[in-house]
C-alpha cells in the first residue's frame, strides 16, 4: 500500500548548524506533500509544502526539496535553533481528486545540542 | 482567531463505555479528519468529512464512528471502546488542496 518512510528517526544537531530531514515516499502519484512541525504536548503545525511541479521551496529558514525521480522529500532548517527541537512529519497527499487524504510518515525528532 | 479545538483534551475510561470526542472549528473549512497517533506509526486517519453529511472512511475507522451534521463540528463516537484505542487523537480542518490544521489533541486511556 501507499507509505511514507522517514530514513532518519532521530537526528541530533549543534545550535546554529543546519538540519536535513529526509522523508521517502512511495507513491509516485502523490503530487502535493507537507512537512509539519510537532512540539511536545501540541498538534502538529504547518512548516511549509510542496506541488509536484516544483523541486524546491523556499520559506523563512527552512527549504523542501523534492526529487520524484527517486520519491525523495527532504527538510533543511538553516541556522537550527533550540526552539527547532521537535519530531517533524512529511504527508504526501496520493489522492489529489479528494484534497485531503494525507499519508504521513512515523516522524523524525530532531534534538539541538546546545 | 482561528482554531480548533477538542473536548474532552484527556480521558480515562472503561472498556465498553461509550464515549464522544468533540471537534469545533471556526474557519469555515469544508474538509475535517480525525487521527490518532501512536508511537512508531505516526498520524493514521480514521475518518474524513468533505462537507456536511459527507463522510468516508480512513485508513484505521474500525471502532469508530463520526457525524457532520453541521460544518462546524465533527465528533468522534467509540461507541464500545477498546484498549487497543488508547492513543492520541487529533482533528483537523483545510480547505481542498492545502494543508490541514490541527487542534491541540486528546488523550484516550481505555481501561
Known amino acids: 500500500g501507499e507509505s511514507v518512510g522517514l530514513h532518519l528517526p532521530t537526528l541530533s544537531v549543534q545550535e546554529g548548524d543546519n538540519s536535513i530531514i529526509n522523508c521517502a515516499y512511495s507513491n509516485s502519484a502523490s503530487d502535493y506533500f507537507i512537512w509539519y512541525k510537532q512540539e511536545s504536548g501540541k498538534g502538529p503545525q504547518f512548516i511549509i509544502d510542496?506541488?509536484?511541479?516544483?523541486d524546491k521551496r523556499q520559506g523563512q529558514r527552512v527549504t523542501v526539496l523534492l526529487n520524484k525521480t527517486v520519491k525523495h522529500l527532504s527538510l533543511q532548517i538553516a541556522a537550527t535553533q533550540p526552539g527547532d527541537s521537535a519530531v517533524y512529519f512529511c504527508?504526501?497527499?496520493?489522492?489529489?481528486?479528494?484534497?485531503?487524504?494525507?499519508?504521513f510518515g512515523p516522524g523524525t525528532r530532531l534534538s539541538v545540542l546546545p | 482567531e482561528a482554531q480548533v479545538t477538542q473536548n474532552p483534551r484527556y480521558l480515562i475510561t472503561v472498556t465498553g463505555k461509550k464515549l464522544t470526542v468533540t471537534c469545533s472549528q471556526n474557519?469555515?473549512?469544508?474538509?475535517m479528519s480525525w487521527y490518532r497517533q501512536d508511537p512508531g506509526l505516526g498520524l493514521r486517519q480514521i475518518y474524513y468529512?468533505?462537507?456536511?453529511?459527507?463522510?468516508d472512511k480512513g485508513d484505521v475507522p474500525e471502532g469508530y464512528k463520526v457525524s457532520r451534521k453541521e460544518k462546524r463540528n465533527f465528533p468522534l463516537i467509540l461507541e464500545s471502546p477498546s484498549p487497543n484505542q488508547t492513543s492520541l487523537y487529533f482533528c483537523?480542518?483545510?480547505?481542498?488542496?492545502?494543508?490541514?490544521?490541527f487542534g491541540p489533541g486528546t488523550r484516550l486511556t481505555v481501561l
Open positions: 468529512s468533505m462537507n456536511v453529511e459527507v463522510t
Open positions: 474557519m469555515n473549512h469544508e474538509y
Open positions: 510542496i506541488r509536484s511541479n516544483m
Open positions: 483537523a480542518t483545510g480547505t481542498g488542496y492545502n494543508e490541514q490544521f
Open positions: 504527508a504526501e497527499n496520493p489522492h489529489h481528486n479528494y484534497g485531503q487524504n494525507f499519508v
